[in-house]
């Protein structure tokens, strides 16, 4: 059952799952995992896709970019991945940009074979649905202040 807790320090709400039955329950106790695990194992996939740019909309890659400037900041893995979590099962929403040139349908079915492939076996939840969202494409010769996605394995 899905379960809310309160962090001291923050105060904030997070939904973490907890399972009855399954990889996550034995007679030993129970697993939690976090919605911001979820995201940051899908993010983390989503990079890993070749022709993936950066992830986010426009909004949130501008406040990214300026949170990696700040001297001891991280970047932020879960940036443009939004889950829910429930019981047994996650579904994933991802936003990002691709690079000019790839073939977005092949691009998009990378990214959720791949986001799925991880979540599942880092987590032991099942994965319902991967929903991507491709705002824009970006090219060689842009200048922006866009930064390409910081880890990516080919």
Known sequence: MAEQTSTPITGRTTDIATQGTGALASDHGKTAIADTVVSKIAGIATREVSGVYNLGGGATR??????ERIPGSRTNFGQGVT?????RQAAIDVDLVAEFGVAIADLAAGVRRN???SVERMTGLEVTEVNITVHDVHLENEDDDTEPAPSRVE
């Open 62 to 67: 501008a406040v990214g970019a300026i949170r």
């Open 115 to 117: 986001v799925i492939s």
């Open 83 to 87: 889950v829910e979590v429930g019981e």
